[in-house]
Each structure stands twice: as C-alpha cells, then as structure tokens.
C-alpha cells in the first residue's frame, strides 16, 4: 500500500512540512506520480519509524543520515538497539517515578529521605547515559573493575559531595574560559586548571595514576563527543585541557 504525504502524515503524528523536511535533508525519498505528487511505499514508511525512532531517542538529523547511509546499515540490527535504548530509557523513567512518588509520600506522610535515596534515580540516570555513550571506550581503556568502582563511588556519593563536584566543574569552566585565549598551557593557570581537573577526577575515580590522567585527557582530544563537551565551552578548549594535562600532570 502506498500512501499520499497527507495520509502518511496522519498515520504517523507528524506534519507534512516535517516530512517534506526530512526529504529535503536526504532521509525520505518518495516516490513521485505524473502529477509530481508525492506517495509513500512500504520502503519509505519503515524508513520514517526508523528515523522517528532515531528521533525519541534524541539523534539530530544529520546523525540519523550518517547512520542510515552506511552500507552496513541493517534494519533488524537497527530495532534491536533501539529497543535496547528504549527500554533504558524506561527503568530510568520508573526510576524517576518512585522517587517523586517516595518524595511526594514523605512530604505528606512526614517520613524522611536520606540524601543517598533524594539522589539515587538521578545518579542512576547520568550512570546509564555514561554508559550507554562512553561504556564501550572507558571499560576498554581502564578495564572492568575499575569502572565498576568508580560508577559505584558515583552511586554512593551524597547531595554534598554532588554539589561540590559540580560546583568544581563550574570552577574548571570558568579558568578555561580565561586560559585559553592566552594559549600557553604551562602557565601557572593552566597547572591550576589540571590541579583542579584532577581533584575532580578523584570524585569518581577510585584509584588516580597521572598516566590515567593523560590517558582520558587524550580522549578529550581523540574523541569526537569528549572533544565538542569542551570545545563547546570555548574553541580550542578540549586541545589546551589535553596539552595542559599532558604538561603537568
């Protein structure tokens, strides 16, 4: 059965002006009548849930069409990861349910919550997000065991020590912004700026080694996700952090 873009658009929640932006972005290729109207076949209504799919999962566009152009692009293999995320997705949610609903509870009930419990979906959540974008390259890099000990001193970390840690985190933001207009990644800035980036660090980690500490600033630079994380703070950050560690770690 082949679809007009009005029924297309009906059948799937979305507007037509979403799906003639999609074909314009290369994602959608309809067929088209005599008359230049557009109708969709089975192809184009499997290829629409894939990139709606890829969508609620919070792929832009131009990520969606990378994917979807590699030759080894396999529709199966596609579903089953988008399941996999989906269902993530889920737990996290039920996780967060219960803890409003827990939080909800002791406010009306007078029952108290410990910082650990308040947290725990929260610190679940940024758990599973770590995962499921650097799991793969972090476990290969410092193994196993290490990652599990650190997620789990993650897991146990108070509201107190999360609030420090971010407010190291803003801290770090802050003398990057200054430093790396100047350049010079062995100024005493910049040892200031890998002192903290290391105190940092050594909320998460269990164990530090300065070789450790090279290695995941390496990945800041090697990496195109750690890379635009800082490059997003300023241009050129992710390089000076790298270089900087590097230096004086």
Not at 195 to 206: D, N, P, R
Not at 210 to 226: I, L, N, S, T, W
């Amino acid at each position: 059965m082949a679809y007009t873009i009005k029924q297309l658009s009906d059948l799937a929640g979305v507007s037509t002006r979403t799906l003639r932006w999609y074909e314009n972005q290369g994602l959608l290729c309809p067929m088209r009548q005599p008359n230049g109207y557009r109708l969709y076949d089975a192809t184009a209504v499997e290829r629409l849930q894939q990139i709606l799919l890829y969508r609620e999962l919070g792929f832009d566009l131009k990520h969606i069409g990378e994917l979807m152009a590699n030759p080894d692009y396999d529709t199966i293999t596609a579903l089953q990861q988008q399941l996999k995320a989906l269902q993530v997705q889920q737990a996290q949610t039920d996780k967060l349910i219960m803890a409003v609903q827990k939080t909800i509870r002791s406010k009306q009930e007078g029952l108290e919550m410990t910082d650990s419990e308040r947290f725990e979906a929260f610190k679940q959540q940024m758990l599973d997000e770590n995962e499921e974008k650097y799991g793969e390259e972090i476990r290969e890099l410092y193994g196993e065991q290490e990652i599990e000990a650190s997620n789990q001193r993650f897991a146990n970390m108070s509201e107190q020590q999360f609030k420090a840690a971010e407010e190291l985190a803003e801290k770090i933001t802050q003398a990057l912004l200054l430093a790396v207009p100047e350049g010079d990644f062995t100024s005493e800035a910049a040892e200031e700026i890998v002192k903290m980036h290391k105190q940092w660090l050594c909320v998460f980690w269990a164990s530090y080694s300065p070789e450790q500490h090279k290695g995941v600033a390496q990945m800041y630079v090697d990496d195109p996700r750690f890379k635009k994380h800082y490059d997003d703070i300023i241009p050129g950050a992710a390089e000076f952090l790298c270089a900087a560690v590097q230096h004086w770690a």
